[in-house]
Each structure stands twice: as structure tokens, then as C-alpha cells.
């Protein structure tokens, strides 16, 4: 059997993720564009093959801690691994193979070597890959799974640094090199320095290190320039999610005291209030979030202890400090409702001195509707009301220097008069992400 295709599914929690048995078909069977993350009881395998032709190809793996995120062992031949991710997770395992290529892959932050070949391996191709931030080895050589060594192994075009043992370590009587087969040849690879890596300790280098007590190693010439581009960092950093709620949003006549009040973290607090049916919407939450806010509750209605005509009420809340380690921007997005109307404004404090530091475009007030209790009903003369609204806003800031900070974000809310007869309840919503933007 062969010509196998699996694209596109999310594989998890499972003891191996993908398992390829033995075949002898000749159709290359393909394992494309998967997630596959935690399979890992007892023995966990992101994947596990003993095929013959397949091609592994952009996959993202991570969560495996067990075994190995990619297992190619027991006569597998003719196998293609090709720009897959493999992040915070452990390694690409060899054992019994032949004709293996490994190309253009990242493996950051793998939990022991990233590279492992194990033993009676024949023609295994490494070219081309980021191998990066180990616990262990970059290439580990052995034959640790099997008395016969490893033949004809080129790693060239690699990317081979910041790994805590080193870069490359072949284990004594690991590899045959006797003619005709190949010394390893592990020329043409950046090594974490302009002048190389150190070879057993003699330089010529203060790169990674290449351990090779049989001396069965080509390293020059080698990489002057990391041939590999900058690892991608995450585009945004989740801080914190403000929500509406009854222990941290403070309360006072004004939006402006509201928010010294809640710099000083010392004021009275809101007070939940029932929604009133039908007519206020619900914020909340996707049911399936996930997200690194997912487990923040829902936001809920606030005001005072009392609700009376016209009144007029500030709202502030703090988020907790956090750093920023170099100069960064934000992003804050937040959503509100409230019955009236409203304006808000989000502020920058330095938390080292609870000084509000902010510069456009944070600190801009943002208005929705007549604030004035008296005027506002009669300015709306039919439906979809001002107080019928959901806003929404984004803000992002210009480069902030590094620092420790806080985010306020702060509310004026009005409870127009009551002109109708009907009951006439006040209440605030809302919900602020706040990210780093690197």
C-alpha cells in the first residue's frame, strides 16, 4: 500500500500522532500542512514512520516531549522532510534508514538535540535547515539504537547555533568512513560565528563546537554570515484583558477622578447590575475561546449602588503593571455599551510613579452622544437610539521606551432623564485587550 495523503487536520493527544507502517508501494505518501501537537502518552510520536516514499512537508510540530516530533526508523527509504516547523519540541530521530532528506526546517528551542541519528543509517541529506536553541546537540551522531554505524551523512547550508552541548557531536566508532563512503561532510555551515566553529576544542573558531574524537568531520570551509532569516517573532504579546466588573472598576461622579482613583488603586468599587432583558446586548466570549485571554470572564453590567435620573458617572479601571523590555507599541482594542451615552478614553501610566504619561494617540477622548441628561432623550427622535449602540476602537501606539507600565482605561456615563414613564435603569459594559506589538 502507499500514496497515502494527510493535509490539513489538527492531530492531537494522541500516543502517536501519525504512524506509517511498513509498505511497498511505489506513490509517495504525503503528510502536508497538519498541526500535530501533544501526542505524548506514553511513548509519544509527533510521527512515527518504517514507510517507504514519503514527504513530510509544512507541518507545524509542538507539545511532544516523550520521544521524538518526527521518528524515521526500522528500513524507512526514501523519505523527504521539507520545511516543517518544529518549536519548543524534541527531535528528528534516525535509526535504519535510508536516502533521508532533511531540508529547510526549523527546529527552535528543541527539548534535547534537534538532529538525532542513531545508528545504521545510510545517505542522509541535512541541508538547508535552522537548528537553533537546543538543550542539547544541533547534529547528535551515535549508534546508540543500533551496533552498526552511521555512512555517507552530508550537512551542508545549515544554520547551526545558540544549541547548549554542540553544534555537531559524532560519537566515537559512530560513522563509517571508509571508502567509498563518505567522510561526514559538514562543510558550508553558519555556525554561530564569523570564524567558525570549534573543533575539538582547537578552534579554529569560537562557534558552536563539533565533537569528533574519530575525526571523521569536514568542516571547512564554513559560513562567515547566518544564512538562515531572522527567527519570526510573534507580531503581537498578549498583557491583559480589562473586563467590566464589580471588584476592579472604580467608581466616582466623574471620569477624571474615576481614574486617579483607580492609578491609586484606593476608591469605591462599582456595582454589578442586572441586564436589563431584551433591550441590553450580551459581551461575551466565543464558547470555544482559546485564545490567551480565553480564561477571563465575560464582562458584566456596572453602575452605581443607586440609579436615579440623570445621573452622571465616572468608571476607571487599572490593568496590572508590566514591562516592556525594549521600546515596543501597543495595541488596544476595546468595546463598550452603555445605557446612555458614553465617552472614553485610554491612558498610559508610568507604574514606577503613577504619573499618566500619555501621548497621542492615547490619552484622545472619545464621545458618543449628547452627555447632557436633560437634552440627550430629545435629540433622538426615533430608532436605532444612541444608547442602542455597541462601539468599538482600536488604538496603536506610537514606540514606547522600556519601562514599566500600566493601561487605564476609563469611562463617563450618563443616565438620561427619564421622560417616558418607563423604569430607567443605567448600566456600563465593556472589554480591552491590550497587547505588545514588537
Known amino acids: 500500500m502507499s500514496g497515502y495523503w494527510i493535509f490539513n487536520n489538527i492531530i492531537q493527544n494522541n500516543t502517536l500522532g501519525v504512524f506509517l507502517e511498513p509498505n511497498s ?6 503528510v502536508r500542512q497538519n498541526l500535530i501537537r501533544d501526542n505524548v502518552s506514553p511513548t509519544g510520536n509527533g510521527l512515527f514512520t518504517r514507510a517507504i516514499n514519503v514527504l513530510i512537508d509544512s507541518n507545524l510540530f509542538t507539545g511532544h516531549r516523550e520521544n521524538a516530533s518526527i521518528n524515521i ?3 524507512s527509504t526514501n523519505v523527504i522532510v521539507t520545511n516543517n516547523d518544529i518549536l519548543n519540541d524534541t527531535s528528528i530521530t534516525l535509526a535504519g534508514s535510508t536516502n533521508v532528506k532533511i531540508a529547510n526546517n526549523r527546529l527552535i528551542d528543541t527539548q534535547g538535540t534537534a538532529i538525532f541519528i542513531g545508528g545504521n543509517t545510510n545517505i542522509t541529506e541535512i541541508e538547508g535547515n535552522t537548528l537553533s536553541g537546543s538543550t542539547g546537540n544541533g547534529i547528535s551522531v551515535n549508534n546508540i539504537f543500533s551496533p552498526i554505524p552511521n555512512q555517507n551523512i552530508r550537512a551542508k547550508d545549515n544554520s547551526i547555533e545558540g544549541n547548549q552541548s554542540a553544534g555537531l557531536n559524532v560519537a566515537a566508532a559512530s560513522y563509517n568512513d571508509t571508502p567509498p563512503n563518505r567522510p561526514l561532510d559538514a562543510t558550508n555551515n553558519w555556525w554561530g560565528s564569523p570564524s567558525g566553529p570549534n573543533y575539538n576544542g582547537t578552534g579554529p573558531g569560537t562557534g558552536q563546537t563539533i565533537t569528533d574524537p574519530s575525526n571523521v568531520v569536514l568542516y571547512t570551509p564554513f559560513l562567515t554570515a547566518n544564512p538562515a532569516p531572522p527567527t519570526p517573532t510573534a507580531p503581537v504579546t498578549p498583557i491583559q484583558r480589562l473586563v467590566s466588573n464589580p471588584s476592579s472598576v472604580y467608581i466616582t461622579t466623574d471620569r477624571n477622578s474615576a481614574v486617579l482613583v ?9 456595582t454589578e447590575q442586572p441586564q436589563l432583558y431584551m433591550w441590553w446586548p450580551n459581551l461575551q466570549k466565543f464558547a470555544n475561546d482559546n485564545s490567551p485571554f480565553g480564561g477571563t470572564p465575560n464582562p458584566v453590567y456596572i453602575w452605581d449602588n443607586t440609579t436615579s435620573d440623570g445621573q452622571t458617572r465616572g468608571f476607571a479601571i487599572s490593568s496590572n503593571p508590566f514591562i516592556l523590555d525594549a521600546a515596543s ?17 485610554i491612558d498610559l501610566v508610568d507604574a514606577a510613579t503613577n504619573q499618566i504619561i500619555s501621548a497621542p494617540p492615547m490619552g484622545a477622548l472619545l464621545t458618543d452622544g449628547s452627555m447632557n441628561p436633560n437634552t440627550g432623550v430629545t435629540v433622538e427622535t426615533s430608532p436605532p437610539y444612541n444608547w442602542q449602540s455597541i462601539r468599538f476602537y482600536s488604538v496603536v501606539t506610537a514606540p514606547i521606551l522600556p519601562g514599566s507600565y500600566k493601561v487605564i ?11 417616558s414613564g418607563y423604569p430607567n435603569p443605567a448600566g456600563l459594559a465593556f472589554v480591552a485587550d491590550i497587547y505588545q506589538a514588537i
Open 262 to 270: 483607580a492609578i491609586s488603586g484606593i476608591g469605591q468599587v462599582a
Open 409 to 419: 482605561v476609563s469611562f463617563q456615563v450618563v443616565n438620561y432623564s427619564n421622560f
Open 329 to 345: 507599541q501597543l495595541v488596544i482594542n476595546l468595546n463598550a455599551f452603555a445605557d446612555n451615552a458614553l465617552e472614553a478614553q
Open 25 to 30: 508501494g511505489t506513490t509517495t505518501s504525503q
Open 73 to 75: 526508523t526500522d528500513d
